[in-house]
């Protein structure tokens, strides 16, 4: 039996696996697809300490080189259930279920779908949620970016480097994203800002075509012509398969101490109800969960 089952191998999950080890915790840590987690898909980090550039992938590839060399254990299987058999905790997964006194939920979130039509008809064909992992193909082409936050605009801006025209759909007259990402969008030729405009379809026949986007106020429909379709409008927490509390998008609950309403179970960075989704929120969150996994499991054995 595992002291500590560590779920997701992001920021969050690497960070409090480092912890652990260091603490001599006996611990194993699963990720269903890629260690490194969403993060590692990013073009370029600017805002984490240290590092005034880097690529997600190599930020990534540093946390887990520093986890594994502690020794930590990564299990590349799903998790698919979690129960508890009173100080017990079974996590079931797709190589089998693993017992242990403690758990820290890492899972992060996953992009949103907006639901419009030919989103889900398209998607590998024009429509992306990454645009570092699909942006080359679009090159010399006329693409669509749908959001007005850090992800969508500096989305936006890598895309110009490749794209002949960025096109930016926001709902509102104004954007969420930092200041400084918003000057270098701003500061962009090939970037046109469609403001207070809703994505409303997206049309082709084997590949997108053009879209079609609405004037919120006036309800003029538009047709755009775009062959890539990069959205990002937030994201939906990957916690279905625990049952701990959350609020009413399904993100965790936790005190400050990174605690979740069952004993014993702790939760850290994008799939918690955190204000500020960063690496180094994510790091910061991991840490605490980790420490307070090892005072738990020590008042276990008292």
Same mark, same amino acid.
């Given at each position: 039996?595992?002291?500590?089952?560590?779920?997701?191998?992001? %920021?969050?999950?690497?960070?409090?696996?480092?912890?652990? !080890?260091?603490?001599?915790? !006996?611990?194993?840590?699963?990720?269903?697809?890629?260690?490194?987690?969403?993060?590692?898909?990013?073009?370029? *980090?600017?805002?984490?300490?240290?590092?005034?550039? *880097?690529?997600?992938?190599?930020?990534?590839?540093?946390?887990?080189?520093?986890?594994?060399?502690?020794?930590? #254990?990564?299990?590349?299987? #799903?998790?698919?259930?979690?129960?508890?058999? =009173? $100080?017990?905790?079974?996590?079931?997964?797709?190589?089998?279920?693993?017992?242990?006194?403690?758990?820290?939920?890492?899972?992060?979130?996953? %992009?949103?779908?907006?639901?419009?039509?030919?989103? !889900?008809?398209?998607?590998?064909?024009?429509?992306?949620?990454?645009?570092?992992?699909?942006?080359?193909?679009?090159?010399?082409?006329?693409?669509?970016?749908?959001?007005?936050?850090?992800?969508?605009?500096?989305?936006?801006?890598?895309?110009?480097?490749?794209?002949?025209?960025?096109?930016?759909?926001?709902?509102?007259?104004?954007?969420?994203?930092?200041?400084?990402?918003?000057?270098?969008?701003?500061?962009? #030729?090939? *970037?046109?800002?469609?403001?207070?405009?809703?994505?409303?379809?997206?049309?082709?026949?084997?590949?997108?075509?053009?879209?079609?986007? $609405?004037?919120?106020?006036?309800?003029?429909?538009?047709?755009?012509?775009? =062959?890539?379709?990069? *959205?990002?409008?937030?994201?939906? %927490?990957?916690?279905?398969?625990?049952?701990?509390?959350?609020?009413?998008?399904?993100?965790?609950?936790?005190?400050?101490?990174?605690?979740?309403?069952?004993?014993?179970?702790?939760?850290?960075?994008?799939?918690?109800?955190?204000?500020?989704?960063?690496?180094?929120?994510?790091?910061?969150?991991?840490?605490?969960?980790?420490?307070?996994? $090892?005072?738990?499991?020590?008042?276990?054995?008292?």
């Amino acid at each position: 039996m595992d002291d500590l089952v560590i779920i997701g191998g992001g %920021p969050a999950g690497l960070t409090a696996g480092i912890y652990a !080890k260091r603490a001599r915790l !006996k611990t194993t840590l699963f990720e269903r697809e890629m260690v490194g987690g969403q993060i590692a898909l990013s073009d370029v *980090i600017e805002n984490y300490p240290g590092f005034p550039s *880097i690529s997600g992938m190599e930020l990534m590839q540093r946390f887990e080189e520093h986890a594994r060399g502690l020794g930590l #254990e990564i299990v590349l299987a #799903e998790v698919r259930d979690v129960t508890f058999q =009173e $100080e017990i905790k079974v996590v079931k997964t797709s190589k089998g279920d693993y017992p242990a006194k403690a758990i820290v939920v890492a899972t992060g979130a996953r %992009p949103r779908r907006l639901g419009v039509p030919g989103e !889900k008809e398209f998607t590998g064909k024009g429509v992306s949620y990454c645009a570092t992992c699909d942006g080359p193909f679009f090159r010399g082409r006329d693409v669509m970016v749908v959001g007005g936050g850090d992800t969508a605009i500096k989305e936006a801006v890598f895309l110009s480097k490749l794209a002949r025209k960025v096109y930016v759909a926001h709902r509102r007259d104004k954007l969420r994203a930092e200041k400084i990402l918003q000057e270098r969008a701003f500061n962009t #030729e090939n *970037i046109e800002f469609l403001w207070s405009h809703v994505l409303k379809e997206i049309r082709g026949e084997k590949f997108v075509e053009d879209v079609m986007v $609405e004037e919120l106020g006036t309800g003029t429909l538009k047709t755009v012509k775009a =062959e890539g379709v990069f *959205i990002f409008v937030g994201i939906n %927490p990957t916690t279905d398969f625990i049952d701990v509390e959350k609020d009413e998008r399904g993100f965790i609950k936790t005190t400050a101490r990174m605690e979740t309403s069952h004993p014993g179970v702790f939760a850290a960075g994008d799939c918690t109800t955190t204000p500020l989704l960063q690496v180094a929120t994510a790091v910061g969150n991991g840490a605490i969960a980790a420490y307070e996994a $090892e005072k738990y499991i020590e008042e276990l054995g008292a």
